[in-house]
Structures are given as C-alpha cells and as structure tokens.
Nanobody
Framework: QVQFVESGGGLVQPGGSLRLSCVASGSIVSIWTMGWYRQTPEKQRELVASITRGGNTNYADSVKGRFTISRDNTKNTVYLQMSNLKPEDTAVYYC?????????WGQGTQVTVSS
C-alpha cells in the first residue's frame, strides 16, 4: 500500500510563502505523474499542480505563476513551493499520484492564509 506523508503547512499572511513536502513510500515518485491537491469544506478536492515523470509541469489557473511543483526522486519526495499566497489558497493540501487509480490519501497539511 502506497502511503504519502505531507508536511510544511501553517499559518501565513497574505503575500507570504510556504514550501510543502510530501514523502511517498516506495519509488512511486520516480515512476508516476505526481500531483498536489487541495480541499476546503466548501469545495471538492482539486488538483492544483502536477509533474510528469519527464519533468513536465501543469498548474491550475488559480495558482499559475505563484506555485511551483518539483520532486527529488532520490528522496521519494515531491515539493510545492507556494508564493504570493492568497486567502483563497487556504485549504488542506495533499499529494498523490495522477490519476488516482490506486493508493489512498494521506493526512494532508493545513495551509491557512490570513492576516
């Protein structure tokens, strides 16, 4: 069973930055397209950023230009660098492979953007 452990969330003021990390069990990070998802009580979970095995990245329009996804295959870790954060970025952030054909969600990491 593949597992994901997210960390790095916290409380940040609007305009601030955070770097999220996700450690995956096994070598899934180097094999699959990996993604960062987020969820709020009001919205369904959405994919905000993804990175392919070849390193191609894709972003939701709402975060384009502000978020950067990257990965370190040697550490089985995926990162999400978030800058110029906005209150609407407040959510629980999760990482997982794309598409969601196997595995399960980790506990996520809470990001709260507020003054």
């Amino acid at each position: 069973q593949v597992q994901f452990v997210e960390s790095g969330g916290g409380l940040v003021q609007p305009g601030g930055s955070l770097r999220l990390s996700c450690v995956a069990s096994g070598s899934i990070v180097s094999i699959w397209t990996m993604g960062w998802y987020r969820q709020t009580p009001e919205k369904q979970r959405e994919l905000v950023a993804s990175i392919t095995r070849g390193g191609n990245t894709n972003y939701a329009d709402s975060v384009k230009g502000r978020f950067t996804i990257s990965r370190d295959n040697t550490k089985n870790t995926v990162y999400l660098q978030m800058s110029n954060l906005k209150p609407e970025d407040t959510a629980v952030y999760y990482c997982r492979q794309v598409p969601l054909t196997f595995g399960s969600w980790g506990q996520g990491t809470q990001v709260t953007v507020s003054s």
